[in-house]
């Protein structure tokens, strides 16, 4: 490599005590391009060595004060230079001891005088060489030890969190299975005590009361658990539209409102008097709320106080809630919106959760373009929670959140209706309940039983299980399509599947309606309600869930 193309020059210190021949050595080593360094004596070369690194060194053998084997000894024994190549010139004869000695005094090679400018080049060229591999060595090997360092920090990083994942796995199942237990054991209860034919009226309607209650808290669950994945995998779409933040509120103070009733909590509502309104989804925005409400009202004694707030600042509606409960350390309050994220110990609260309300919280906000914090000034001092979303322009149009007048079963006509699930409990709840509305019921386990219960019974509605054995809800759909009867007739899937992609498939095997299970009361009648006569089919499901 020449000196033009060299980009790392190393130095080349000569130690001499005549100046002619350090001329002279610089003059035959000037060609290599490397930084060439002239001193007179071993202590001006032991003052440059302690300041700078030095490749190598071309040393006179004789020298007055320090000779160059006291010099070469000196430098060996310094550690930062146990790569520095040492050569002795010598004008003298020397012996195979002379030799013998400047090699353990650490000496790598001799130059006779005469010195030979081919050979003294070389000689430097090749330590030179050298020291500069070794030295991009070292720096590849600390390069290569930073690298494994931070690549071990990052795996024990992620050891830990996997740690800390699976742990948090463990404990979100034990806790998930507490939490469908509990349901559950009032309904088991419940059915026993219907069982007993002396049971009075009043706890009839009590028992049914508490099946109810606790089916529909299991139907929470479930949906919190499925909205998770849902948004994890970006399956969730917004149906945005102008929404009112006031009709907001209110939907979702009725669903918290049996919550803070039962632990005797008082809720107090600050409202503006204009109307605020927000592009979103109502059913998604009331599940904001609404999930903050009952976080509220869980998390603290009976008898406590919640103040729900809206206003607008600037360009942003503002919901903030803010409870008297047990409150939240203040290390701990960024880890509330983490999923199944459990900050309350168990010991602290009755009603720990999954763990995923206030993460879908987050998530669903961050989805309508807004952001929500909590703050709290330590256990003991309640806790506020704060949500920020875009507005539109104000309307004075009620819209966008349906009522509680508008969720009443629409009263339908009696109707010829097949009910076709291999789950026998589920066919015959399904069937009292349609025959009780004054329809016509038939039942089927199968698909092939369905088709076969249909030819003679020609029903106006078929409701059909998706997983049935010998023939599955599609192929039994296709199969009544085929049917002249079954042409006009209105086929509505039940499945416990709600995606998108699980809608397009029902639509294709030719169903009107897509009921995601549990099945509503208004859900159900409403399909009902829709049950063509003789009109050709539709183009695919409403989507119901």
Known sequence: MSAATRVDPVNILLVDDQPSKLLTYESILGELGENLVKVSSATEALEYLLRNDVAVVLVDVVMPELDGYELAAMIRQHPRFQRTSIIFVSALLLTDLDR?????????????????????????????????????LERLNAELERRVADRTAALEATTAALQEADRRKDEFLAILAHELRNPLAPIRTAVQLLRKRDLAEAQTMRAREVIERQVQHLVCLIDDLLDVSRITRGMITLQRERVLIDAVVARAVETARPLI????????????????????????????????????????????????????????????VKDSGMGIPSDLVPKIFDLFSQVHQKSESAHSGLGIGLALVRRLVEMH???????????????????????????????????????????????????????????????????????????????????????????????????????????????????SWGRGATLVALTGWGQQQDRQRTSAAGFDVHLVKPVTEFDLFHAIASARTGQSTSPGPAFIE
Do not use: W
């Open 261 to 320: 009733d039962a632990r005797r909590h008082e809720l107090t509502l600050d409202l503006p008097e204009d109307l605020l309104s927000v592009d979103g989804d109502p059913t998604r925005l009331v599940q904001i709320i609404g999930n903050i409400l009952h976080n509220a009202a869980k998390f603290m004694e009976p008898g406590g106080r919640i103040v729900l707030s809206v206003a607008r600042e600037d360009s942003y509606a503002v919901i903030k």
């Open 369 to 483: 373009g807004g952001v929500v914090h909590a703050s709290s000034q330590g256990p003991g001092h309640g806790t506020e929670l704060v949500v920020r979303l875009p507005l539109l322009a104000v309307t004075s149009t009620p819209f966008g959140v349906a009522t509680a007048e508008s969720k009443r079963p629409p009263v339908v006509s009696p109707r010829r209706i097949l009910v076709a699930d291999d789950n026998n409990d589920a066919v015959e709840a399904l069937a009292l309940q349609l025959q009780l509305a004054g329809h016509d019921v038939r039942t089927a386990n199968d698909g092939m039983e369905a088709l076969e219960v249909a030819e003679s019974f020609a029903p106006q509605v078929v409701l059909l299980d998706l997983g049935m054995p010998r023939m599955d809800g599609y192929e039994t759909a296709r199969q009544i399509r085929r049917r």
């Open 100 to 136: 013998l000695r400047g090699y353990e005094c650490g000496a790598v090679d001799y130059v006779p005088v005469p010195v030979v400018p081919e050979i003294l080049r070389a000689k430097v060229s090749v330590f030179a060489e050298l020291y500069r591999k070794t030295r991009a």
